[in-house]
Each structure stands twice: as C-alpha cells, then as structure tokens.
C-alpha cells in the first residue's frame, strides 16, 4: 500500500507550523517549557546549522505535519545526531525509519563513522529497531520538586558553599564580555573524556548562552583565586504563570576533583535556582555514571523518565 507520508526539508516559512507540532507532541503548550518562535529561530542558527540543510518534516497528505528531525554534524568526532520528534500513532515507526533513511545518506555524505539518536524507552519505536542498531546509553530524567530541594539545602552556607573545602573557593556569574574563553576551556577541559561529547567553540558556547540565559548569571563559575576549578550551567524560565528550573551542565577541572567540589558546586545551582523562584530543579545524567545519579538522589532527585541512546555505524 503506498504510504501517506511525505519528507520534505525544512524551509523558514515553516517555522509557526512546526513549533505548533513540537509544543503539541511534546504537551509544552501553555507551560514554562512551551517553545518560543524566538527560541526556536535562535536554535536553529546557532553555529553550524543550518536548517534548510539539516532539518526535516514528516507530513500526511492532509499537508499536517507528524514529525520532525534535526540533525546535528560534530564534525570533531565523526558523528551526526538525529534529534527526532514523531507523533505518537501506528505509522510512527514507519515516520523514524524514513528519518533514519536521510540521516544516514547525510553521515555517508559527510564521511562521518558514527549516527547517534535518542528517543524515549517506552516508544514502540524500541520493538522494531533493526540489528545493526545498538543500543549505547540509558540517560535518566530527573527531577528535585522545590520543598524537597530546599530541605536538602537548609544547611548549606550560600554565600560560602565551598568553606568546608577551603576559603579560597568563590562562585561568580559569567561576564559574557570576558569570560567566554574561560567557560569554554572548563567545559571542554571536564567534558574531554565523556562519551558522545564534541569539543565547543567559543562562539558555539557565546550563541547557546545568548538564548538559553540572556542575563548570564544563570552561569556560575567556581573559582580558586584566578584559577577556574569548576561551572554549574543553570537555566530558569517563568512562563505561563509557571517556573522551572534546569541544571544543563556541571563540570569539575580534572585537577580539582577528589575535593568535594562537585557536590557543592550542584547545590550552588539548586540554590541559585530556587532563589531565583523555580519550582522545581531538573537534569539529565548517565544512569550508568553512579557516583553522580547517588549524589543526585541524595540531594532529593528522583527519575521522572528516561531515554536510550542508538547508535548506528553500518550505513
């Protein structure tokens, strides 16, 4: 039976449309996560996308659009990522097998050894993925609900939280005119060795900070004298009478850890969060990194769902 679903590439005049589908499958709308027209456009022209190059739309003959891929070419480390959003019904598989068809003529187009995609571990989608698809990583969802959190920080000394350490440790806001070279050396510096992650540049860091946390002080910096130890990268949105809260990333300097830094530097966010009138605090992690999901849950985070990780290097 010939299928009622055609792919075509994204084009700007889309733009409402789409963000109309992704705030839809994703039950965004009228939250605090619903996705902005400024957001998305912000998004989609970061360095190194292009969206009439790397994005994609599923539609029905209806011209209803029922999915969405964008996918991601870290060039560094031979990789595309395929971020897919599809419309949960009985063509859904059939949605993400013609995705995956383009995503692989666009990683054999670019020489790249590796395709990447994640999607939710309760998607039928899981069933019927083919053999030469492997199943890489389990990322968890978790979330830490605002008296909890703060009952977790009753005793934490804010404006010192790394005096137990030492005194010469202080926590500061980005300066976005002069401390973009530094976040970046930090993050790529703790991240160097982490799977599936690609070196930043700084522009790259300079564009996801204009439009994840205009203000910059979201972006805390944990510093010893001169020296940057570490970073909690914090985001807070209040929208449609909602608040949330997300810890992006954390990073320790490989020459800082060991000191305890790590678990004061995530309270420094929470903190800095709920301070700031969030109602919850929420992060992904490695399921598999332990030592971090026990810290987590210690600090009063439970999953709330998870994801997996595919990989795919036969195209």
């Known amino acids: 039976m010939q299928s009622n679903i055609?792919?075509?590439?994204?084009?700007?005049?889309?733009?409402?449309?789409?963000?109309?589908?992704?705030?839809?499958?994703?039950?965004?709308?009228?939250?605090?996560?619903?996705?902005?027209?400024?957001?998305?456009?912000?998004?989609?022209?970061?360095?190194?996308?292009?969206?009439?190059v790397d994005s994609f739309l599923a539609k029905r003959n209806d011209n209803k659009i029922i999915g969405f891929m964008h996918l991601i070419y870290e060039e560094k480390i031979s990789r595309i990522v395929a971020i897919t959003n599809i419309s949960n019904t009985s063509q859904t598989y059939e949605i993400f097998t013609k995705f995956m068809s383009i995503a692989q003529d666009f990683a054999t187009s670019n020489k790249v050894t590796v395709l990447h995609t994640q999607?939710?571990?309760?998607?039928?989608?899981?069933?019927?993925?083919?053999?030469?698809?492997?199943?890489?990583?389990?990322?968890?969802?978790?979330?830490?609900?605002?008296?909890?959190g703060l009952s977790k920080l009753k005793n934490f000394n804010s404006p010192r939280p790394f005096s137990s350490i030492s005194d010469n440790y202080i926590s500061e806001p980005l300066d976005l005119n002069t401390g973009i070279k530094d976040l970046t050396s930090i993050q790529n510096i703790?991240?160097?060795?982490?799977?599936?992650?690609?070196?930043?540049?700084?522009?790259e860091i300079k564009g996801r900070i204009e439009i994840t946390n205009p203000n910059q002080e979201g972006v805390l910096l944990i510093k010893d004298q001169d020296n940057i130890a570490g970073y909690n990268w914090t985001i807070f949105v209040n929208r449609n009478g909602h608040s949330g809260g997300w810890i992006s990333m954390t990073g320790v300097s490989p020459k800082y850890r060991g000191l305890g830094l790590g678990r004061s530097i995530v309270m420094t966010g929470m903190q800095y969060l709920f301070d700031k009138g969030a109602d919850y605090v929420e992060l992904e992690?490695?399921?598999?990194?332990?030592?971090?999901?026990?810290?987590?849950?210690?600090?009063?985070?439970?999953?709330?769902?998870?994801?997996?990780?595919?990989?795919?290097?036969?195209?």
Request: a negative charge; one cysteine or more.
């Open 119 to 148: 999607i939710k571990s309760d998607s039928t989608i899981v069933d019927y993925i083919d053999k030469d698809w492997i199943q890489v990583k389990e990322y968890w969802d978790l979330k830490c609900d605002r008296e909890k």
């Open 6 to 52: 055609s792919i075509s590439s994204f084009k700007w005049e889309d733009t409402n449309d789409v963000i109309e589908f992704l705030n839809k499958v994703g039950n965004l709308k009228n939250t605090e996560k619903e996705i902005s027209k400024e957001f998305f456009t912000g998004y989609h022209k970061l360095p190194g996308s292009n969206p009439l």
């Open 285 to 315: 992690v490695d399921s598999s990194n332990l030592p971090a999901v026990n810290l987590y849950k210690s600090l009063g985070f439970t999953k709330r769902s998870e994801t997996v990780w595919l990989e795919k290097t036969k195209f």
């Open 190 to 203: 703790s991240f160097e060795n982490h799977w599936g992650f690609c070196p930043n540049t700084e522009e």
